[in-house]
Nanobody
Protein backbone atom coordinates (compact mmCIF):
# COMPACT_ATOMS: atom_id res chain seq x y z
CA UNK A 1 0.00 0.00 0.00
CA UNK A 2 1.33 3.40 -0.93
CA UNK A 3 -0.03 6.57 0.63
CA UNK A 4 0.26 9.87 -1.17
CA UNK A 5 -0.18 12.99 0.92
CA UNK A 6 -0.76 16.41 -0.59
CA UNK A 7 -2.13 19.83 0.19
CA UNK A 8 0.62 21.35 2.27
CA UNK A 9 1.90 24.83 1.74
CA UNK A 10 2.60 28.22 3.23
CA UNK A 11 -0.23 29.99 5.01
CA UNK A 12 -0.54 32.91 7.38
CA UNK A 13 -1.60 32.41 10.96
CA UNK A 14 -5.37 32.12 11.17
CA UNK A 15 -5.58 30.62 7.71
CA UNK A 16 -6.71 27.19 6.56
CA UNK A 17 -5.38 24.26 4.60
CA UNK A 18 -6.83 20.93 3.60
CA UNK A 19 -4.56 17.94 3.39
CA UNK A 20 -5.41 14.81 1.44
CA UNK A 21 -3.99 11.33 1.61
CA UNK A 22 -4.87 8.76 -1.03
CA UNK A 23 -4.08 5.07 -0.92
CA UNK A 24 -2.90 3.41 -4.11
CA UNK A 25 -4.21 -0.03 -3.28
CA UNK A 26 -5.37 -2.31 -0.55
CA UNK A 27 -8.56 -2.57 1.45
CA UNK A 28 -8.56 1.08 2.46
CA UNK A 29 -12.01 0.84 3.97
CA UNK A 30 -10.65 -1.56 6.57
CA UNK A 31 -7.73 0.60 7.65
CA UNK A 32 -7.72 2.87 10.63
CA UNK A 33 -6.12 6.10 9.48
CA UNK A 34 -4.08 8.70 11.26
CA UNK A 35 -2.32 11.99 10.71
CA UNK A 36 0.95 12.71 12.44
CA UNK A 37 3.33 15.64 12.26
CA UNK A 38 6.96 16.31 12.88
CA UNK A 39 8.30 19.76 13.54
CA UNK A 40 11.99 20.57 13.07
CA UNK A 41 14.03 19.11 15.88
CA UNK A 42 11.07 17.36 17.43
CA UNK A 43 9.72 13.85 17.47
CA UNK A 44 6.83 12.80 15.30
CA UNK A 45 3.57 13.23 17.14
CA UNK A 46 0.01 12.07 16.77
CA UNK A 47 -2.44 14.66 15.47
CA UNK A 48 -5.70 12.86 14.77
CA UNK A 49 -7.02 9.46 13.84
CA UNK A 50 -10.20 7.88 12.56
CA UNK A 51 -11.34 4.28 12.60
CA UNK A 52 -12.05 2.21 9.52
CA UNK A 53 -15.77 2.69 10.12
CA UNK A 54 -15.49 6.45 10.39
CA UNK A 55 -16.34 6.47 14.04
CA UNK A 56 -15.68 9.29 16.48
CA UNK A 57 -12.20 10.63 15.73
CA UNK A 58 -9.50 11.10 18.32
CA UNK A 59 -7.75 14.48 18.30
CA UNK A 60 -4.64 15.69 20.04
CA UNK A 61 -5.50 18.42 22.50
CA UNK A 62 -3.39 20.91 20.58
CA UNK A 63 -5.61 20.71 17.49
CA UNK A 64 -8.99 19.97 19.01
CA UNK A 65 -11.61 22.39 17.71
CA UNK A 66 -9.42 23.53 14.82
CA UNK A 67 -8.69 20.39 12.81
CA UNK A 68 -11.20 17.94 11.34
CA UNK A 69 -10.49 14.53 9.89
CA UNK A 70 -12.76 12.79 7.43
CA UNK A 71 -12.53 9.91 5.02
CA UNK A 72 -14.05 8.86 1.73
CA UNK A 73 -13.62 5.13 1.37
CA UNK A 74 -14.86 5.12 -2.21
CA UNK A 75 -11.99 7.44 -3.12
CA UNK A 76 -9.55 5.71 -0.74
CA UNK A 77 -8.78 9.12 0.67
CA UNK A 78 -8.55 10.65 4.11
CA UNK A 79 -8.66 14.40 4.61
CA UNK A 80 -7.42 16.78 7.24
CA UNK A 81 -9.11 20.16 7.32
CA UNK A 82 -6.98 22.57 9.31
CA UNK A 83 -8.49 25.88 10.37
CA UNK A 84 -7.19 28.73 12.47
CA UNK A 85 -3.64 27.59 11.89
CA UNK A 86 -0.94 28.71 14.27
CA UNK A 87 2.83 29.02 13.79
CA UNK A 88 3.27 26.06 16.13
CA UNK A 89 1.38 23.90 13.61
CA UNK A 90 4.36 24.22 11.27
CA UNK A 91 5.59 20.70 10.53
CA UNK A 92 5.76 17.94 8.00
CA UNK A 93 2.44 16.14 8.12
CA UNK A 94 2.26 12.42 7.53
CA UNK A 95 -0.70 10.19 6.94
CA UNK A 96 -0.57 6.62 8.11
CA UNK A 97 -2.67 3.49 7.83
CA UNK A 98 -3.14 0.74 10.35
CA UNK A 99 -4.27 -2.72 9.36
CA UNK A 100 -5.95 -2.96 12.70
CA UNK A 101 -9.72 -2.95 12.57
CA UNK A 102 -9.87 -1.87 16.14
CA UNK A 103 -12.90 0.09 17.18
CA UNK A 104 -10.74 2.76 18.72
CA UNK A 105 -7.95 4.88 17.31
CA UNK A 106 -4.41 4.29 18.47
CA UNK A 107 -1.98 7.15 18.90
CA UNK A 108 1.10 4.91 18.86
CA UNK A 109 3.31 5.31 15.81
CA UNK A 110 4.38 1.67 15.81
CA UNK A 111 0.77 0.54 15.41
CA UNK A 112 0.62 2.06 11.93
CA UNK A 113 1.82 -0.12 9.10
CA UNK A 114 1.97 2.22 6.13
CA UNK A 115 3.16 5.81 5.91
CA UNK A 116 2.91 8.53 3.33
CA UNK A 117 5.86 10.65 2.29
CA UNK A 118 4.79 13.72 4.19
CA UNK A 119 3.66 17.16 3.15
CA UNK A 120 5.09 20.37 4.57
CA UNK A 121 2.83 22.87 6.28
CA UNK A 122 4.37 26.23 7.14
CA UNK A 123 2.40 28.78 9.12
CA UNK A 124 3.80 32.28 9.23
CA UNK A 125 3.08 34.69 12.05
Amino acid sequence: VQLQASGGGLVQAGGSLRLSCTASAGPFSFYNMGWFRQAPGKEREFVVGITWSGGIPLYADSVKGRFTISRDNAKKTVYLQMNNLKPEDTAVYYCAASRSVAAVVTTALDKYDYWGQGTLVTVSS
